[in-house]
């Protein structure tokens, strides 16, 4: 079978890893870790546990199925505009060769902005999660597709120690009840399947009820427009992840009041 995308960007982290710990060691990491102390509050859970539909905005240069999205990527302004605009929270892709993210944007985005953050990253190794904590992350991204659920279970773990929230993501009803099984708290169902990138925006209200009460629920990818994000709204969704839409917007804190109105 021929290796999908999602293979072939995982085997990549796991060569970033590898080379990150030839600079770091996962001790020296884990030491740094504890010196900085757990991380309190849980401040990316608590902004999708308010009322109503909660908006997650993804800061993203590329992506595999698109290619560049922003050529011109003010990366900083992007996320003070979001911020500015009534985000709850803000995603940032660090996955540097298909998504052109980095460490060093994501801490400039940090240092930015005092929304919670995602590092969206393709997580493979739990050297990440340390990395994630470190870069002042609030929150990272467990991929299903890449994980079984006795390594969802144990990164989940990892992440609780160091008081970081975790998206697990799903894209079917098979990885919705590994995420639950290994308790997962926050649960995201992608529009847009990994493995060939098609994107059915049904798919995130199909599995709405296999999300079982007290999980937080995300519905991800495909949102163009406001009437998407009332589709989202009344299947009781707690947040929407947003990307391409309001990358590509030429003014994106319009856009993102606009798709805000449509969620009142
Ligand atoms: O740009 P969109 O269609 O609004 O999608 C955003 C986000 O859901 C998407 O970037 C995404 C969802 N899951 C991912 C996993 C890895 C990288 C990217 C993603």
Redesign the pocket.
Known sequence: MAATILQA?AAHARERVAAAEEETSLDALQAQCRALGRAHGSPFRSALETPGLSFLC?V?KA?PS?GV?APDFPYRDIARDYQAAGADAI?C?T?PKW?LGSDQIFREIRGAVSLPMLR???TVDEYQLYQARLMGADCV?L?CALLDTDELARYLGICEELGLDALA?AHDAWEIASAVSAGAKII?V???N?KDFS?DFSNAARLRDQIPPGVLYVA?????APEDVSALKRIGADAV???????RAPDRGAMLSALREAAR
């Open positions: 960007i993804e993203k992506s698109k999205i995603s892709l996955e998504f969206k990253d393709f991204l991929i993501e995201g992608n529009n847009r990994l994107v991800e990818s495909g949102v163009r992840l947003v990307g391409e839409a309001l990358m």
